[in-house]
């Protein structure tokens, strides 16, 4: 739940947006897997998505991407924290909190991240998502969770 005063900082750096962003953060912030049909509403037929696992052309493909994503979850929920914006272009900052059975015991993960976006004609044609991979994945699983911490604090020595 976010506060008062990040509810403003937001609507702050979204004024004056174009519609295509406007649409966009308002439909990930509602985004699950009963509303995965609203993503026709943000995303255009020729969009471009890649994420750390995949590389995804086309609505088509997205959806169904998505589709599988959310199979699986037993929640997830996006909060926008912020956004940048000029002209076609945007970069947001988020996190995303999911539930997931087979990973970290059933309980809540939460992931920060950033996308940036383009959109033309309305809705977005390019995403791209920038994210810790290994907070999200690998350190929630438990045999690799734990070789995946360990790495990182060896990195950081």
């Known amino acids: 739940m976010k506060s008062n005063t990040a509810l403003n900082t937001l609507e702050q750096s979204m004024q ?19 509303s995965l049909k609203l993503l026709s509403a943000v995303y255009h037929d020729k969009v471009t998505f890649i994420d750390p696992m995949h590389h995804v052309e086309g609505f088509d493909d997205l959806y169904q991407y998505f589709t599988s994503l959310y199979q699986n979850l037993s ?6 924290d912020d956004v940048m914006w000029q002209d076609s272009q945007a970069s947001l900052y988020w996190s995303m909190t999911y539930q997931h059975p087979k990973l ?7 992931v920060l991240g950033t996308s940036h976006i383009k959109g033309v004609d309305d809705k977005v044609i390019y995403h791209r998502d920038y994210l810790d991979l290994g907070a999200m994945l690998y350190e929630q699983l438990p045999i690799l969770g734990k070789l995946t911490k360990w790495i990182k604090v060896k990195a950081a020595n």
């Open 75 to 80: 929640s997830c929920e996006f909060v926008i």
């Open 16 to 34: 004056g947006s174009p519609l295509w962003l406007n649409n966009f953060v308002i439909v990930y912030q509602k985004l699950s897997k009963d």
């Open 104 to 110: 970290n015991k059933g309980q809540p993960v939460t």
